[in-house]
């Protein structure tokens, strides 16, 4: 895939894919260092991705551009994207039952690669798509 992903929205689908399609390569590959699951051991980082990082926990379903704030940087090149991504439980694990749907919202933050060559995920809040949990932020 390409790795030089020059607009959030792009990034976010790119990215979305390769959770999807099992290649933490391309994961690993569009990270900035500035992100928390970034990590030098690439070996120790794909297999967390494996365990930690929902490859071996769900199916990804669908994908939900929500609100992308190409057009609106925060500061130093940042850029932001909103979506809705819908997994499925692969095995009962005590907080799903295998086969049961979650809808979880992300607000994806992305700097520039040092390069210049595009933007890389420097992290984001992830909220539940349950009425009465909207605001709850689940990876902190």
């Not at 930690?52 to 929500?66: P, Y």
């Amino acid at each position: 895939g390409e790795r030089n992903v020059s607009e959030a929205s792009a990034l976010v689908r790119a990215r979305y894919s390769a959770f999807a399609y099992r290649i933490p390569g391309f994961i690993m590959a569009t990270t900035h260092p500035d992100n928390r699951d970034w990590d030098e051991d690439r070996v120790r980082w794909a297999k967390s991705l494996d365990r930690v990082g929902m490859f071996d926990s769900f199916t990804f379903v669908g994908l939900e551009l929500l609100d992308v704030g190409d057009a609106k940087p925060t500061g130093a090149g940042e850029q932001v994207a909103r979506f809705r991504a819908t997994l499925e439980a692969r095995k009962d694990d005590g907080a799903v039952t295998e086969g049961q749907r979650l809808a979880v919202v992300e607000t994806s933050r992305f700097l520039p690669n040092e390069d210049g060559s595009g933007l890389l995920y420097s992290g984001g809040d992830v909220t539940a798509d349950v009425e009465g949990l909207e605001s709850t932020v689940l990876n902190q």
